[in-house]
């Protein structure tokens, strides 16, 4: 069964390839479900690893229905990857009524090829899956990485085992995949799984000291985009 985990650095790249894992998803920010890695991370990464490597292309958190701007930034980030030589692209795109975004889903897997496509885990937010499937599997999409539907792999199986039958492709379970629970998707037939294997470390006692983190920047039905507006009063209080 293929492992393939996800890393969001380079040590965690290095730790994937030392358990034994087949193959990488690079990315950075997993809180936020991942966003595309950085050059330089991708190319310190295939200079290294000896196992495939496949990149998120997403150029923000929140849903996956993307601007004309950042659909440019994901054309971009393919050909970027492309150059860097890695070995497969893993992204998604949908409309707002949340089903494929197949005519934009045509040009990023063309851009990719002949490099292996994985669909990601935006198929969990799909309205019709098994038409999404089909419209995945015509337009050359290899694997689609899927929850079954449900917050974890675990409570997906059923959907999972059921949704492999309707396809030739790749269904790849990720979203809680763990040492108790990862066997159980090679029982049913899947022939992959996702994981990141995750654990916390390099830790420094931050008492007193303000949070970097935003709340305000973390919401996942709306898209933070600096405003022109307010951007201009700013620069006449000053100029």
Sequence with gaps: ????????????????????????????????????????????????????VHVLIRPRGGHFTYSDAEFEVMRADILACKALGVQGIVSGVLTEDFTVDVERMKVLVELAKPLHFTFHRSFDWVAGPL????????????????SGGETTAAEGIKNLAAWQQKTSMTLMPGGGVSPKNASNFKAIGLKAIHCSGTSFGNQLDLSGKISMNSSKHLVEHQVAVSNVDTLKAIVRAVK
């Design 131 to 146: 038409e999404a499937i089909k419209q995945l599997e015509e337009l050359g999409v290899q694997t689609i990485l899927t």
């Design 1 to 52: 069964m293929l492992v393939e985990v996800c890393a969001n650095s380079l040590e965690s790249a290095r730790n994937a390839e030392r358990a034994g894992a087949d193959r990488i998803e690079l990315c950075s920010e997993l809180g936020v479900g991942g966003i595309t890695p950085s050059a330089g991370l991708i190319q310190l990464v295939k200079k290294e690893l000896t196992i495939p």
